[in-house]
């Protein structure tokens, strides 16, 4: 078949990785002038296949008025009615055993996502950073490590190796954790989790596809309508003309929506951004790589830099002096917490921000529409590297099925 991807971000890349493996003419349009240039540019880094847990709980919903007032540092919201009947959703998917069962959900993908990472890099040997980093998730307080603890034994129930360390215990483990302004009362500890450049993994195997299969990419140019004809998809249009398809994947993340919403589709989506910075690695960067959850933030280790991500706004708008000032917040707050872990002074400091695609129930949406041939894989959340592997397989399935029923 001929399928056109939207999207060439690593939902979108992975996407078209085994779409190519099934035999499918694949051809990937981007608006961007090269892949991996949006929401994946300089994200977090972490594979966080242990710590997946949805966005909805109790522990979120006592902390909705504090993030509502802005009174969290690390979360900022500028409320509009579209947010709150969406945040209602949200609401509705927070009780103890609705969060339970939708982190459980998405740890099952996560495991998936892990071993078919490992077999993507047998096949391709591409680099990309990436690094067998294991993961630390410092908490604090009694009742933290209380739940920590609760969590921890429902996944071990399913194949997870989480374990809860203190402190020292977790610096025994991560000697940069000694250099931090104090050690974290306790910490999560997954041991299988790794690190990877989003970006250059989308660049990487991008290539790849191009060398090894009939896959091919078109960047610089936006989608403006998906065409039917008798209920069919049968085109991506795009300023220089018409991409003939049998089916067409979207993977264009928050940008979803405006394409399907002409189509009379509408996926329960919001945009939360988040912040980056790029900087080399100091004396005392970890290896390890560490979530800051109390202040929403993380370090990953890529290669001889430390990436420095979080914060979620839920924001209209953003300009570049506001997307400075967020990450010039980021940067004093991880100085604070982590004074050696990377070159806070460096000329050059690489800034980035992203929209995030959030979903109410913080799973991401992969299925058929009611359009013949059209299909979407976005909604991803904070988890789209650590889940495009699961999702493009998946997705990739329901395309093959299509072909076959």
């Known amino acids: 078949m001929r399928v056109t991807v939207i999207g060439a971000g690593v939902v979108g890349v992975a996407t078209a990785y085994y779409l190519s493996l099934d035999g499918h003419d694949v051809t990937v349009v981007d608006s961007n002038p090269g892949p991996g240039e949006g929401t994946s540019f300089a994200n977090g880094g972490q594979l966080s296949y242990s710590f997946s847990d949805a966005l909805g709980s109790p522990e979120f919903v006592r902390a909705l008025p504090g993030l509502v007032f802005n009174r969290d540092e690390g979360a900022q919201v500028s409320l509009s009615p579209g ?155 795009v300023p220089s003309g018409s991409i003939e398809s049998d089916a067409v994947v979207v993977c264009a993340g928050t940008g979803s929506n405006a394409l399907l919403r002409p189509l009379g589709l509408k996926l329960p989506i919001r945009g939360m951004r988040g912040y980056s910075v790029t900087l080399p690695a100091g004396e005392h960067a970890p290896v390890t790589s560490i979530t800051a959850l109390a202040q929403h933030f993380v370090f990953s280790r890529l290669g001889n830099r430390v990436r420095i991500a979080g914060f979620a706004d839920f924001l209209n708008e953003c300009d570049d002096r506001y997307i400075r000032q967020r990450t010039d917040d980021l940067i004093r707050v991880a100085r604070a917490i982590a004074p050696a872990a990377a070159d806070y002074e460096a000329d050059e400091k690489h800034r980035w921000s992203g929209v995030r695609p959030m979903t109410p129930d913080s799973q991401p949406i992969i299925s058929a529409t009611a359009v013949n041939g059209l299909f979407i894989n976005a909604g991803h959340g904070m988890l789209g590297w650590t889940l495009a592997c699961a999702s493009g397989e998946t997705l990739a399935t329901l395309v093959r099925e299509g072909a076959e029923s």
């Open 83 to 237: 947010l709150m009947l969406w945040g209602l959703r949200l609401l509705r998917h927070s009780s103890r055993k609705q969060s339970d069962r939708l982190s459980l959900e998405t740890y099952r993908k996560a495991l998936h996502s892990n071993e078919l990472m490992q077999a993507l890099r047998e096949r391709t040997n591409i680099e990309f950073d990436y690094f067998d980093s294991g993961k630390m998730i410092s908490i604090s307080g009694a009742d933290a490590i209380r739940r920590a603890d609760n969590t921890i034994r429902l996944k071990n129930q399913y194949g997870c190796d989480n374990v809860i360390l203190t402190g020292w215990e977790a610096a025994e483990i991560e000697p940069a954790l000694k250099a931090f302004s104090e050690l974290p009362d306790a910490c999560i500890y997954s041991p299988g989790d790794q690190v990877g450049d989003a970006r250059m993994f989308a660049a990487s195997l991008s290539e790849w596809l191009t060398s090894n299969t009939s896959c091919q990419f078109i960047y610089g140019e936006s989608v403006s309508r998906l065409s039917t004809a008798s209920g069919r998809i049968n085109a991506a249009e």
